[in-house]
Nanobody, 131 residues
Framework: QVQLVETGGGLVQAGGSLRLSCAAS???????????MGWFRQAPGKEREFVAA????????NYAEYVKGRFTISRDNAKNTVYLQMNSLKPEDTAVYYC?????????????????????WGQGTQVTVSS
């Protein structure tokens, strides 16, 4: 069992930055050899969409096209925490951001964008970007 808690959301002006954190308990990220951590978001009236993912080894990432060059996913295994650094934020980035953990993400980064891969989800943290 893994419990995920997202923090770091808030209100920021367009062009600003936020860093989201996802702290895990129950089992460390590094204990899953084929594991994967992902970030998703859901805006009002829209479906949940993929943002970014990182495998347990920390050597492979997958980013949604709309965040490439602006967002960075990283992990600190010593703290059992995954981060999402968000720069150059836009009003359209406004959404509830969710952290997710997959026990087995498989060998192909392309599938990490699918929510079906993930076994555990956090409660979400609100990010609001004002114009």
């Amino acid at each position: 069992q893994v419990q995920l808690v997202e923090t770091g959301g808030g209100l920021v002006q367009a062009g600003g930055s936020l860093r989201l954190s996802c702290a895990a308990s129950g089992r460390t990220f590094s204990s899953y050899a084929m594991g994967c951590m992902g970030w998703f978001r859901q805006a009002p009236g829209k479906e949940r969409e993929f943002v970014a993912a990182l495998n347990s080894k920390g050597d492979t990432t997958n980013y949604a096209e709309y965040v490439k060059g602006r967002f960075t996913i990283s992990r600190d295994n010593a703290k059992n925490t995954v981060y999402l650094q968000m720069n150059s934020l836009k009003p359209e980035d406004t959404a509830v951001y969710y952290c997710a953990a997959a026990k087995n993400g498989g060998p192909y980064a392309s599938i990490w964008s699918s929510s079906a891969v993930y076994d555990y989800w956090g409660q979400g943290t609100q990010v609001t970007v004002s114009s």
